[in-house]
């Protein structure tokens, strides 16, 4: 079965900061990845999706992500943290075809001042 | 054009009420879907449509019905309702014309169940 695990349910950095929130994820058959965000009692954006053209992906508010087949991962990273960075962003994976999206457990990302 | 909304964005049930939960779109998507989030959890698929008509269930159906009468809603009920549904629920909804489409989510239903 297919699986999605974010690793850290938490992450902290400093303003201006690296941002890295790590993807990892299962699956039989080359899937769909994508990143959403989700401010504040609000409901889940799409940042970036990866379907299987260019590995590296870049995507709305200077995110980026880079598919890495032998390392199953799909990790998100963004150079210099913003305040308005803070949320909770989710990793998911589609098995092309099923239109279905399997979640990871979510990270919420703090800037620290 | 509001994209996805529902109604309504609070409730507190007392356990064994029902209630139905309203997802709309106006974006004449063909798909929809119900999840619900919980902490540590990520967001799990209840159940979805892949058109008017039409509904399969998803990761955690039990507990839950819904309904697809029109293509532009997609109703979630609750036939009484228990401790465990406390959550927020969120719609989605995308075209269904490719796998590659985007899902589009509404702001989200936070329920309580006492």
């Known amino acids: 079965a297919q699986s999605v695990t974010q690793l850290g349910s938490h992450v902290s950095v400093s303003e201006g900061a690296l941002v890295l929130l790590r993807c990892n994820y299962s699956?039989?058959?080359?899937?769909?990845l994508f990143w959403y965000v989700q401010y504040p009692n609000q409901g889940l954006q799409l940042l970036l999706k990866?379907?299987?053209?260019?590995?590296l992906v870049k995507g709305i508010n200077g995110f980026e992500a880079e598919f890495k087949k032998s390392e199953t991962s799909f990790h998100l990273t963004k150079p210099s943290a913003h305040m308005s960075d803070a949320a909770e962003y989710f990793c998911?994976?589609?098995?092309?075809?099923?239109?279905?999206?399997?979640f990871g457990q979510g990270t919420r990302l703090t800037i620290n001042p | 054009n509001a994209g996805v909304t529902q109604t309504p964005k609070f409730r507190v049930l007392k356990t064994g009420q029902s209630m139905t939960l309203l997802c709309a779109q106006d974006?004449?998507?063909?798909?929809m879907y119900w999840y619900r989030q919980d902490p540590g959890m990520g967001l799990r698929l209840i159940h979805y449509?892949?058109?008017?008509?039409?509904?399969a269930k998803g990761e955690v159906p039990d507990g839950y019905n819904v309904s697809r009468l029109k293509k532009q809603n997609f109703l979630l009920g609750l036939e009484s309702a228990a401790p465990s549904q406390t959550s927020v629920y969120f719609c989605?909804?995308?075209?269904?014309?490719?796998?590659?489409?985007?899902?589009?989510f509404g702001p989200g239903t936070r329920l309580t169940v006492l």
């Open positions: 974006m004449n998507h063909e798909y």
């Open positions: 989605a909804s995308s075209p269904g014309q490719a796998s590659t489409d985007t899902q589009y």
């Open positions: 990866y379907t299987s053209a260019a590995t």
């Open positions: 699956s039989s058959v080359p899937p769909y």
């Open positions: 449509s892949v058109g008017e008509g039409t509904t």
């Open positions: 998911a994976l589609e098995i092309q075809g099923a239109q279905k999206l399997v």
